[in-house]
């Protein structure tokens, strides 16, 4: 998948059944690999039936995802490609594989997409400012996922309005799963303003916290917050 | 409401046919159609019906018996159903509470054990264009 994964555990080593996986996955899943199921499901030369059952329920989730975020989550869009999926559902199931082995103090963090057990503080990302967060969260087991487009200072720009994403600087998506809550992310910051609003506000068992292009930064009232706030 | 937009593209296609096929010739034709696209009413929760319209412009470009056609989104409205000018503010301002809302700061916290960010730019960009592929289906 090409992206730095941080595996961080506090009561004990990290079990290489962990990178056995992530290596597994990137060998399934790789859009780059020829040799790849996912690749040979986009040249046609595997039906979906014949393929391993982690390939049938990742594209079976996502065919999920996309009615639940309204198509705004499509692997088809751009040929087969679920990588949006791919990377928080990796992980997730990554935790289970630390949790078999004992961990109840990890942090996994693939590429900005982070999950928890225990209690982390995590920073949201300025989007403007490099150095900066945000916002701070500090909850304890918990899966965030941020999509924006200002990686390295460079925006990503809408071909119709020739703005960042339709005025979105980012949007961050908390909940049980990291991979249902990357997808969320994906789909709301390509939403657009207007959109992200009316969707997020209307989210079950996830929450969301916006950053618009204004300045604003809206969240949904259940977004975790700081320990400040959340302790006083 | 669905009845008379169906009507009205279809009296564009009915002038459009004739002027294509008497220029059918190798000569180059450009014509182009811009239409409303309305989408579906959709439920605002409790405040209402909510429709989006986008203005579509196709470009039919033929050139001898070979056409292609090209469809741009010029622009997105989003008018409120029923169209009463109150109650569609009353909407637009209504719609924020369900979200709490900040200014956004820049924080310096030395404590912070991981950063939640985006990912690379081609990803970004993968996903930027794919929501605009999206989009483009939709219109």
Redesign the interface.
């Known amino acids: 998948m090409?992206?730095p994964i941080?595996v961080e555990v506090r009561d004990g080593d990290v079990p290489d059944a962990v990178f056995d996986w992530f290596g597994q996955v990137d060998e399934t899943f790789s859009t780059f690999k020829e040799g790849s199921e996912i690749s040979w499901l986009r040249r046609g030369e595997l039906g979906l039936d014949d393929a391993c059952p982690d390939v049938r329920d990742v594209l079976h989730r996502c065919r999920e995802l996309r009615a639940e975020t309204e198509?705004?989550f499509?692997v088809d869009?751009?040929g087969l490609?679920p990588?949006?999926y791919v990377?928080g559902w990796s992980v997730d199931r990554a935790a289970a594989i630390l949790e078999g082995a004992g961990a109840h103090e990890y942090?996994i963090?693939a590429?900005?997409?982070?999950r928890?057990r225990g209690r982390?503080?995590?920073?949201?990302?300025?989007p403007?400012?490099p150095?900066?967060?945000?916002?701070?969260?500090e909850a304890d087991d918990v899966c965030?996922?941020?999509?924006?487009?200002?990686?390295?200072g460079?925006h990503?720009?809408?071909?119709?309005t020739r703005a960042g994403?339709a005025g979105i600087l980012?949007v961050?998506v908390t909940g049980p799963e990291l991979g249902t809550a990357d997808a969320y992310a994906?789909a709301a910051?390509?939403?657009g303003q207007?959109g992200v609003?009316?969707w997020?506000?209307?989210l079950r068992g996830y929450e969301a916290l916006?950053?618009l292009a204004d300045?604003?930064?809206?969240?949904?009232?259940g977004?975790p917050a700081a320990s400040r706030a959340a302790r006083s | 409401m669905n009845k008379a937009r169906i009507t009205v593209v279809a009296g564009i296609a009915a002038l459009a046919i004739p002027v294509a096929n008497a220029t059918a010739a190798a000569k180059k034709k450009i014509l182009t159609v811009t239409k409303s696209i309305n989408g579906p009413q959709a439920v605002a929760d409790r405040w209402g019906y909510v429709q989006v319209t986008l203005v579509v412009k196709k470009t039919t470009t033929i050139v001898g018996k070979h056409k292609t056609v090209k469809r741009r989104i010029t622009s997105v409205n989003v008018p409120v159903y029923p169209d009463h000018a109150d109650r569609s503010v009353f909407i637009a301002q209504q719609s924020l509470p369900y979200l709490t809302q900040e200014v956004l700061q820049a924080q310096f916290d030395p404590n912070i054990q991981m950063v939640s960010g985006a990912t690379a730019t081609s990803f970004a960009f993968v996903q930027s264009l794919q929501s605009a592929l999206v989009a483009a289906k939709k219109a």
């Open positions: 090409g992206m941080v198509g705004w499509d869009a751009v490609d990588s949006g990377k942090a963090n590429g900005g997409d982070i928890t982390w503080r995590i920073g949201i990302q300025h403007r400012e150095q900066a967060v945000a916002k701070v969260v965030i996922a941020t999509s924006g487009g200002y990686e390295r460079q990503v720009l809408d071909p119709f994403s980012s961050t994906t910051f390509a939403m207007r609003i009316d997020t506000a209307r916006t950053i300045g604003r930064v809206l969240a949904t009232p977004f």
